[in-house]
């Protein structure tokens, strides 16, 4: 079975601009989280959607916004880009086992750098 | 206060030996989770092993196992018989809450770079 898989690997902006980042979960799997890596540190969570629904969010300003489809696929949306975006972006989806515990699976990121 | 804390920036272990990665959480939650994910330079996070706040016993996959001590909050994941291909960088991180009735987001550590030598 196919991963998380995410578009672009890699992307290049200016300040200023705007961006989208694209994320497809595992099939099957209904719950997508949005994390920022910025180089050096661990992940920071932005998102997590369900059934479509935002379920939490993040200590991120309201530049960034993320939705879910139907099809469970999700989308992370940066606007007015700072030199600070610069990060790898990484996609997880859930997986829930007999006893209700969540995993999450990542998919292996969007490179963002921002000039 | 960092809710993960991973103490060792780097590691050295020679091929076939083991290695202990050293993890200590902070929570107030009685109901949490626990896991350990591997990061080769290519970026993707892999996951390794989970350990409930509840499991009695210290969770194994593999060459993997988490030395799992409730009362010192610690979640060390020791690696066994390591490999060359075991080089990459290494983040405890933790959910908060159970697991089966809540979505919960995960705090990362700031990672362990372990490097195997042969």
């Known amino acids: 079975d196919a991963g998380v898989t995410q578009s672009p690997t890699h992307l290049i902006k200016t300040r200023g601009q705007q961006v989208t980042l694209r994320c497809s979960p595992i099939s099957g799997h209904k719950s997508v989280s949005w994390y920022q890596q910025v180089l050096g540190q661990g992940p920071q969570f932005i998102f997590q959607?369900?059934?479509?629904?935002?379920?939490g969010r993040g200590n991120f300003p309201d530049r960034f916004s993320a939705r879910q489809f139907p099809n469970y696929s999700s989308e992370l949306n940066v606007n007015a880009l700072l030199l600070g975006d610069s990060a790898l972006y990484l996609c997880?989806?859930?997986?829930?086992?007999?006893?209700?515990?969540?995993?999450?699976?990542f998919g292996p990121g969007t490179r963002l750098l921002v000039l | 206060a960092q809710k993960i804390t991973q103490t060792q920036p780097g590691m050295f272990v020679q091929e076939k030996e083991a290695v202990t990665l050293d993890c200590t959480y902070d929570t107030s939650d009685p109901s949490y989770g626990l896991f350990w994910y591997k990061q080769p330079s290519s970026g993707e996070m892999i996951f390794l092993i989970y350990?409930?706040?509840?499991?009695?016993q210290n969770a194994t996959e593999g060459r993997y196992s988490l030395n799992f001590q409730k009362a010192r909050k610690s979640a060390n994941l020791v690696i066994s018989a390591s490999q060359l291909g075991d080089s990459a960088m290494y983040f405890c991180?933790?959910?908060?809450?159970?697991?089966?009735?809540?979505?919960?987001?995960?705090?990362f550590g700031r990672g362990t770079q372990l490097t195997v030598w042969p």
């Open positions: 350990q409930g706040s509840y499991d009695q």
């Open positions: 997880a989806s859930s997986f829930w086992d007999d006893r209700g515990e969540e995993t999450q699976y």
């Open positions: 959607y369900y059934e479509k629904e935002e379920r």
């Open positions: 991180a933790m959910r908060e809450g159970p697991g089966g009735s809540t979505l919960g987001r995960l705090y």
